[in-house]
């Protein structure tokens, strides 16, 4: 008597504490660009399809060969079409320099809040060089405003990822080539302490500068320019390579209205994020919380109590837009569980709440009800199921755009 009553107890709480309604596969395509996307280039209109004889609408050609800038069917990011651009030693000058870019028009307007979601995939023969050069760049705006150097520009140098940030270099890792970089750059063009940067390298925040001057001056914002250009090919420096090969695609460019999830390429909740550690608020000595991110679905964590909680730390701040959670007794019962997410650990905001299918004990994915945020630490709390107060999850995840 004392047990059927327990389970009848556990199934009138459950259905009091949460609503049903698990989510129970991958992350679907965004539909159109929403309204705060101002140009999306991902070469899959025929319109824009305009290389090698000319940019795109809205764009400018900066390349003086028939190979500088050419629409490709592979390798793609983002649909079946991708732009190739290739630099040689040898090519002519243009602009004042040996480049091969597509650029925006000098029309940004001063104070400008902008976001830019593009990828980059560096061709195999992408090999290190003694000379850097740079990939994507912001420009300063072209009459009234200081010259020199970019106020921003992603570069490769020395066989890396760089930012050149108003001449800081901000080091993001070793680069490789035949991949594809998911990359999202947001600014808030300032000439005083207002401004802001942040940069997003596939899904995980690497860059966050708060209250900094991010250009020079002038009666405009900077403007965006992507594909190849390198100095020292046109001052004589020294380099080692003679060519140059990337490709370019998932170009998305927002203005204040949008969100990192509007021009991100990854455009579905799919990406696995990796999980750095895990703890929990409770757990018996035999099923520690280790137990559920050791990818063996015969070990589990086990924690008693209604609210007992396993925390995931995905080791940095990232866009996370959903969870992958496997329940020990997972095709016998199902559990009711809340998740929250944190960018310190301390502060936490719940993204989603439901219920296990109570049919498989393999990974189920879950996604966040509001779409994707920057999170480092995802909280799984258990509430209920039909047996015992005991949670018990043999293996979670994260997962990132």
Same mark, same amino acid.
């Given at each position: 008597?004392?047990?059927?009553?327990?389970?009848?107890?556990?199934?009138?709480?459950?259905?009091?504490?949460?609503?049903?309604?698990?989510?129970?596969?991958?992350?679907?395509?965004?539909?159109?660009?929403?309204?705060?996307?101002?140009?999306?280039?991902?070469?899959?209109?025929?319109?824009?399809?305009?290389?090698?004889?000319?940019?795109?609408?809205?764009? =400018?050609?900066?390349?003086?060969?028939?190979?500088?800038?050419?629409?490709?069917?592979?390798?793609?990011?983002?649909?079946?079409?991708?732009?190739?651009?290739?630099?040689?030693?040898?090519?002519?000058?243009?602009?004042?320099?040996?480049?091969?870019? =597509?650029?925006?028009?000098?029309?940004?307007?001063?104070?400008?809040? !902008? *976001?830019?979601?593009?990828?980059?995939?560096?061709?195999?023969?992408?090999?290190?060089?003694?000379?850097?050069?740079?990939?994507?760049?912001?420009?300063?705006?072209?009459?009234?405003?200081?010259?020199?150097?970019?106020?921003?520009?992603?570069?490769?140098?020395?066989?890396?990822?760089?930012?050149?940030?108003?001449?800081?270099?901000?080091?993001?890792?070793?680069?490789?080539?035949?991949? *594809?970089?998911?990359?999202?750059?947001? $600014?808030?063009?300032?000439?005083?302490?207002?401004?802001?940067?942040?940069?997003?390298?596939?899904?995980?925040?690497?860059?966050?500068?708060?209250?900094?001057?991010?250009?020079?001056?002038?009666?405009?914002?900077?403007?965006?320019?992507?594909?190849?250009?390198?100095?020292?090919?046109?001052?004589?420096?020294?380099?080692?390579?003679?060519?140059?090969?990337?490709?370019?695609?998932?170009?998305?460019?927002?203005?204040? !209205?949008?969100?990192?999830?509007? $021009?991100?390429?990854?455009?579905?909740?799919?990406?696995?994020?990796?999980?750095?550690?895990?703890?929990?608020?409770?757990?018996?000595?035999?099923?520690?919380?280790?137990?559920? =991110?050791?990818?063996?679905?015969?070990?589990?964590?086990?924690?008693?109590?209604?609210?007992?909680?396993?925390?995931?730390?995905?080791?940095? $701040? !990232?866009?996370?837009?959903?969870?992958?959670?496997?329940?020990?007794?997972?095709?016998?019962?199902?559990?009711?569980?809340?998740?929250?997410?944190?960018?310190?650990?301390?502060?936490?905001?719940?993204?989603?709440?439901?219920?296990?299918?109570?049919?498989?004990?393999?990974?189920?994915?879950?996604?966040?009800?509001?779409?994707?945020?920057?999170?480092?630490?995802?909280? =799984?709390?258990? *509430?209920?199921?039909?047996?015992?107060?005991?949670?018990?999850?043999?293996?979670?995840?994260?997962?990132?755009?």
């Amino acid at each position: 008597m004392r047990r059927s009553r327990l389970r009848a107890w556990l199934v009138a709480v459950a259905s009091t504490v949460l609503a049903a309604g698990v989510t129970l596969g991958p992350g679907q395509p965004a539909a159109a660009d929403p309204a705060g996307v101002q140009r999306t280039l991902d070469w899959e209109q025929s319109s824009d399809r305009t290389l090698p004889s000319a940019a795109p609408p809205q764009f =400018i050609k900066q390349w003086a060969t028939e190979y500088g800038a050419t629409n490709a069917t592979g390798p793609a990011r983002d649909g079946s079409y991708a732009a190739r651009f290739e630099l040689r030693k040898t090519d002519p000058v243009v602009s004042s320099s040996k480049r091969a870019e =597509i650029s925006q028009r000098d029309e940004q307007p001063v104070g400008a809040e !902008r *976001w830019y979601g593009f990828s980059i995939n560096l061709a195999t023969t992408w090999a290190h060089d003694t000379s850097a050069e740079i990939v994507s760049q912001w420009h300063q705006c072209d009459v009234g405003c200081p010259g020199g150097s970019p106020p921003l520009a992603l570069l490769t140098d020395e066989g890396r990822w760089k930012i050149d940030f108003r001449g800081q270099f901000i080091d993001l890792g070793p680069y490789t080539t035949g991949v *594809w970089v998911d990359w999202v750059f947001h $600014v808030t063009w300032r000439t005083d302490s207002t401004g802001l940067l942040q940069v997003w390298k596939n899904g995980e925040r690497v860059v966050h500068r708060a209250g900094v001057a991010t250009h020079g001056g002038g009666p405009k914002s900077p403007y965006f320019k992507f594909g190849i250009y390198k100095w020292d090919w046109n001052t004589g420096a020294p380099s080692s390579v003679t060519q140059r090969v990337l490709h370019h695609d998932a170009l998305r460019l927002g203005d204040e !209205r949008a969100t990192y999830k509007d $021009v991100a390429p990854q455009r579905t909740c799919t990406r696995a994020a990796a999980v750095a550690s895990a703890s929990a608020t409770t757990y018996e000595p035999s099923s520690p919380p280790a137990n559920a =991110i050791d990818g063996d679905l015969t070990t589990r964590w086990s924690g008693q109590g209604f609210g007992a909680a396993l925390i995931l730390d995905t080791g940095a $701040v !990232r866009q996370l837009c959903g969870a992958t959670v496997a329940w020990h007794r997972g095709n016998l019962r199902w559990n009711d569980y809340t998740i929250h997410a944190s960018q310190d650990g301390v502060s936490y905001t719940k993204v989603w709440e439901g219920r296990s299918s109570g049919t498989t004990t393999a990974p189920e994915t879950v996604l966040f009800t509001a779409g994707s945020l920057d999170a480092r630490h995802l909280k =799984i709390s258990f *509430w209920a199921n039909p047996e015992n107060d005991w949670a018990s999850i043999t293996e979670a995840g994260a997962l990132g755009l």
